[in-house]
Nanobody, 115 residues
């Protein structure tokens, strides 16, 4: 059974930085691509960034140049480094894997951008 556990959320000031982690179990991280998403209450979940199993990355235009997604296959962990945070980026952040024909989401980690 594939499981994802996010961590690293918390309170950050506008302009500040935060790093999220997503630990994958049940399947070798090296075998799958992984994406980060976020959701504000009352709105649809939106894609933020992704990294393939070969290390290629892609970002939503709203975070390009400020966010960096990376992976450590030895630790089965994907990171999302978020810099220069904005008020409107307060949200629950989730990681997602599609593997063995199924989609798996983590439980999410809350990020609050506030002064």
């Amino acid at each position: 059974q594939v499981q994802l556990v996010e961590s690293g959320g918390g309170l950050v000031q506008p302009g500040g930085s935060l790093r999220l982690s997503c630990v994958v179990s049940g399947i070798p991280l090296a075998a799958v691509p992984l994406g980060w998403y976020r959701q504000v209450p009352g709105k649809e979940r939106e894609w933020v960034a992704k990294i393939t199993n070969t290390g290629s990355t892609d970002y939503d235009h709203s975070v390009t140049g400020r966010f960096n997604i990376s992976r450590d296959d030895a630790k089965d962990t994907v990171y999302l480094q978020m810099n220069n945070r904005k008020f409107e980026e307060t949200a629950m952040y989730y990681c997602r894997v599609i593997a063995r024909g199924s989609t798996t989401w983590g439980q999410g980690t809350q990020v609050i951008v506030s002064s």
